[in-house]
């Protein structure tokens, strides 16, 4: 069984959806603490859930990428462990570290957004074209360079664009991956698409690809 590790910081508040939905995966979950030091190689994913990590004093993610268990993950980045995937919070949390590209802005509406949205798959990395999750956020703007975009897309990196833009995300980009594949960021929240209690269950086959995407394409 495959094991995944959720980060939890002072200030996430999806930790125990995303622990569940990983477990409706067929995964065995285990939380890791903010201020643990220890290793993450056993994991073969390590998952940063969304919320607002430290209060998003300073900016979203600022302060949280200074923690001992984002030093573990930057070690499990660069020794090409296993996949990272951050959600909401985390993805913000992924470009402050400088794991993933781009930045945040407050939403161009300048109010809180939460919703379900359609999502337009980008990348061969996901087996479907398209996918319907909810975003919950007010920095969900991403905004990046005209020259680290164009990368991106000839890189197919981007993965996923928004068919109804919430936030003002430069070219409605919704989620990107880093150079090598094995860092995946992401606004949309698919633990809130995992249980029949829910609209539908698309997080669960976004997680078990994302997790799985990484192997595929070494396998390739």
């Given at each position: 069984m495959k094991k995944v590790a959720v980060v939890v910081f002072e200030g996430t508040n999806c930790e125990n959806e995303t622990f569940h939905a990983l477990e409706a995966c067929g995964y065995e979950a285990n939380?890791?603490?903010f201020d643990s030091s220890s290793s993450l190689m056993e994991y073969d994913a390590v998952v940063l859930p969304g919320?607002?990590?430290?209060?998003?004093?300073?900016?979203p993610g600022a302060l949280a990428r200074f923690t001992p268990a984002m030093k573990s993950v930057e070690k499990y980045v660069e020794r090409n462990r296993g996949t990272v995937i951050g959600i909401c919070?985390?993805?913000q949390i992924l470009t402050e570290a400088g794991l993933l590209?781009?930045?945040?802005m407050k939403n161009s509406s300048g109010k809180f957004v939460c919703k379900m949205v359609n999502l337009k798959v980008e990348s061969d990395v996901l087996p479907f074209e398209s996918v319907n999750l909810y975003v919950a956020h007010g920095?969900?703007?991403?905004v990046?360079?005209?020259d680290e975009f164009k990368k991106l897309k000839k890189e197919?990196?981007?993965l996923f664009t928004y068919e109804d833009n919430p936030n003002g995300s430069f070219k409605d980009i919704a989620g990107v991956i880093n150079k090598n594949f094995n860092v995946f960021g992401m606004m949309p929240h698919p633990e809130r698409s995992a249980f029949p209690f829910h609209k539908n269950r698309d997080g669960l086959k976004v997680f078990k690809a994302l997790i799985s995407a990484r192997r595929n394409k070494n396998a390739g």
């Open positions: 939380y890791v603490w919320g607002f990590s430290y209060g998003d004093y300073l900016r919070n985390g993805f590209p781009g930045a945040f920095d969900g703007n991403y990046i360079g005209k197919n990196r981007i």
